[in-house]
Nanobody, 124 residues
Framework: QVQLVESGGGLVQAGGSLRLSCVASGRTFSRYGMGWFRQAPGKEREFVAA????????TYADSVKGRFTISRDNAKNTGYLQMNSLKPEDTAVYYC?????????????????WGQGTQVTVSS
């Protein structure tokens, strides 16, 4: 089992920044890949970013490329999503997820564990 707890969401003005954290417990953190997804009201949960076990490989949705950065600190069992130049359309509940393979994974259905989510609201 893996437990994931997100934090760092909040209300920010357009153009601002937030850093989300995802603390993992239950299995060896460094052995699995991680991802961030988001879900806006009335919409499907969508892929945002993913990172492999070592942090050496990452991938992003086109909508956030160049603005968001995913990273991880295996010594702290924590993953991060740095979000810069935020836009109102980034407003959503953000979820971190763990895939028990060490690779970069982009498909929602391939993730094994999910956090409870943290709300990000960007005002115009």
């Amino acid at each position: 089992q893996v437990q994931l707890v997100e934090s760092g969401g909040g209300l920010v003005q357009a153009g601002g920044s937030l850093r989300l954290s995802c603390v993992a417990s239950g299995r060896t953190f460094s052995r699995y890949g991680m991802g961030w997804f988001r879900q806006a009201p009335g919409k499907e949960r969508e892929f945002v970013a993913a990172i492999n076990w070592s942090g050496g490989s990452t991938t992003y949705a086109d909508s956030v490329k160049g603005r968001f950065t995913i990273s991880r600190d295996n010594a702290k069992n924590t993953g991060y999503l740095q979000m810069n130049s935020l836009k109102p359309e980034d407003t959503a509940v953000y979820y971190c997820a763990a895939d028990l393979s060490p690779r970069v994974v982009v498909r929602r259905q391939d993730y094994d564990y999910w956090g409870q989510g943290t709300q990000v609201t960007v005002s115009s």
